[in-house]
């Protein structure tokens, strides 16, 4: 079965701080798109970083980078500069046709 | 906020009611979809409607029965559930079905059913 790992249920960073949350995944497939998305409290999700697993250059979005290495099947993400509005679950996706494969989250905070 | 609205945002409802969740989405996109979010439990994708065609169902019950009548709309209608249905059930839409193309969520109905 093609599942999204994440092992870190909660994570927390002081202010200014870089954090890094895991990911891991497992397909047998070659070309997808793997994302993380963002859920504040009671907002809505929204997304953060995407790579294409054909691109070896790692996404970078402002202060938000990933890890990308394709024959571990692994997708970190990287948060520089922590601010207090990026408290949140932090969910790690991929897709594959039409189909959408989410982790279980990681929960940040994010402590002033 | 992200341009796809959900209602109610809250719902009750008993085992033997039937009710509907509505999806609204104002930007123009052409693909739709259902997750359910359970606590402490990956997303799991339900269904997805492109140009208001079903193209994938994940083995989802049938007491859960999607209606897409145009590309801005999306309902899901709810009858006889049981009371692990309870969850936060959300809505998406993206521009196309492309894999790169990102989904813009709604803000969740939260669904318990008693």
């Known amino acids: 079965a093609q599942t999204v790992t994440q092992s870190q249920p909660e994570m927390s960073v002081q202010e200014a701080e870089t954090v890094t949350l895991s990911c891991t995944y497992d397909?047998?497939?070659?070309?997808?798109?793997l994302f993380w998305y963002k859920q504040p409290p009671s907002r809505q999700m929204i997304l953060v970083i995407r790579?294409?697993?054909?691109?070896?250059q790692n996404a970078t979005e402002n202060r938000f980078s990933v890890n990308f290495q394709k024959a571990a099947k692994s997708f970190s993400l990287k948060i520089s500069d922590s601010q207090l509005g990026d408290a949140a679950m932090y969910f790690c996706?991929?897709?594959?046709?039409?189909?959408?494969?989410f982790g279980a989250g990681t929960r940040l905070t994010v402590k002033p | 906020e992200t341009g796809v609205t959900q209602t109610p945002r809250h719902l009750v409802m008993g085992m033997t009611n039937k009710k509907s969740l509505k999806c609204e989405q104002h930007?123009?996109?052409?693909?739709m979809y259902w997750y359910k979010q359970s606590a402490k439990k990956p997303l799991e994708l339900m269904f997805v409607?492109?140009?208001?065609?079903?193209?994938e169902n994940n083995s989802v019950p049938s007491r859960f029965s999607p209606e897409c009548p145009n590309s801005s709309h999306l309902f899901l209608h709810l009858h006889t559930l049981q009371p692990e249905d309870s969850a936060l059930y959300l809505c998406?839409?993206?521009?196309?079905?492309?894999?790169?193309?990102?989904?813009?969520f709604g803000p969740g109905t939260r669904l318990t059913v008693t």
């Open positions: 996706a991929y897709r594959i046709h039409n189909d959408m494969r």
């Open positions: 930007l123009g996109h052409n693909a």
């Open positions: 790579q294409e697993a054909y691109k070896q």
């Open positions: 397909t047998s497939e070659s070309d997808y798109y």
């Open positions: 998406a839409s993206s521009q196309g079905l492309g894999q790169n193309y990102e989904q813009y």
């Open positions: 409607y492109s140009l208001e065609e079903r193209v």
